[in-house]
């Protein structure tokens, strides 16, 4: 019980955070248009228009409860399976979770209204946040779960976090049947508080509220041009890095000198392009070899979750490389440039940081002695970016094929497409690797896998070359008909 009740807390600490960082932010003071217009020259009160937020608040306050909720039913079914406990009610550990979701809420709409300048302290919010994680994550690595336990439930973090500690006394007692005392009055007190606070000030936030609106309104208006169109919108926002010039002088001809004006326009924010990869890859391999340290395929399957879930992040920057081809393709057209090079250089970006991602994770389940740290740094070094540009090419021709930028509706169901093309290449490697599982030789399957991959990415490379130089701007598709056709 102790383990579950750390491993949730953590995660509603985590939860809460996130929470707090929305009142760092724009969201919670965004407002509609046309509330703009007309509410906030209309003789209403503040408090009154700051209560029309109250809504939307318990609304988020339910959506993010839904998160630890689901992670403690889980856990709590399975304790009461191995111990032959009775059922209990949900409500209370329910309505609890959702007061502790609330209470931050109304403290991150506090801390919007009043706080004007809330950059620097966001910066700290994550830094502290980031923190907190690595000496979490270092004490797990060096102590094991139970030192993990022993500082996720520690006096300090539980006095720090009060209404997440409150939180976990109503859940605890709805496990264990001892009674919580009053620990869900105080935790409804906290939230009445809060909310009483909040309306309370007669802060004028008017202003504040119309920058973050007009800010909301253009990414809005930018999301229907794609993922692109807001990357560039969130661009413009930030000025300074709008005057920031190239950090690398032209290089190289042909399709040479288009991967390097990329790699240069990339090379303009070289941490979160690149440097975030690296370092996350190092806490994906921390991660890995400390869930493997005492059962090795726990590890592998969390190398594989965390490997997947960076690989989601690196489509949609390949998406947005490729949205940004579709737009500029007149400028490059006309360059007498083989349309795989071109394809290639625009995914060159992406690749890179997967490449950076496997390196790092691999390096680092190499230098903690991980099982079988050969197989694994192979697989993750080399194997893995070559894998995740074969769907990256797959997503570039069915984005070519769906190329009206504008209609969403379209974009949706060109990323369903995608997606749905990848459980061919799923198949097809599974099948292919099949012998070397049932033979239990790591080598032959990892062997399979790389030429298939390399086939995978020689075949999708052909056919996305020839997609793109068939592509029709105008938002006409160009069907698979088409690519295999002559010139």
Known sequence: TMHVSAVIEVSLIALVLAVLDQGFGDGLLAFAPSDVDYVFPSPISRRIVLLYRVPRLIFNAFFLAAIPLMLYFSFSRVLLIQSNMREFSRGPSTLAIVLCTGFYLNVALLVAVRVVD?????????????????????????????????????????????????????????LTGVSSGHAGAYLAALYAVSFVLVFLTDTNFYEQSIVSSERFAALRAAAKGGVASVMAARATMRRQRSFRGYSLPPFGQGAGALLWAHLCAAWKRPFFNFGFAFLGSIVAGLIGVGAGRDQPAVGYGVLYFLAFYASIGYLTSARTAAESAIRRRDLISPL????????????????????????????????????????????????????????????????????????????????????????????????????????????????????????????????????????????????????????
């Open 118 to 174: 809330r950059t620097n302290w966001r910066r700290c919010l994550l830094a502290a946040a980031v923190l907190m994680g690595a000496v979490l994550g270092l004490t797990y690595l060096a102590r094991g779960l139970d030192g993990f336990v022993g500082l996720a439930l520690s006096a300090p973090l539980e006095t720090a976090f009060l209404p997440v500690t409150l939180t976990m006394h109503v859940l605890r007692s709805q």
């Open 336 to 487: 007498p440039l083989p349309a795989w090079q071109v394809v290639a250089a625009n995914l060159s970006v992406p690749t890179i940081t997967a490449l950076l991602f496997g390196l790092g994770a691999g390096i680092t389940c190499v230098l903690l002695h991980f099982s079988h740290p050969g197989y694994v740094a192979f697989a993750l070094i080399v194997i893995f970016p070559i894998r995740v540009l074969s769907r990256m090419l797959v997503q570039y021709v069915t984005l070519l094929a769906y190329p009206d930028l504008s209609d969403r509706i379209q974009q949706v169901f060109s990323q369903f497409v995608a997606y749905l093309l990848f459980i061919p290449l799923v198949v097809v490697e599974g099948v292919l690797i099949l012998p070397g599982i049932l033979l239990q030789s790591p080598s032959l399957a990892l062997g399979a896998l790389l030429v298939t991959d390399c086939l995978f990415v020689w075949l999708l490379l052909y056919l996305a070359g020839k997609a793109s130089a068939k592509a029709i701007t105008t938002g006409e598709p160009v069907s698979l008909s088409v690519i295999f056709r002559g010139r």
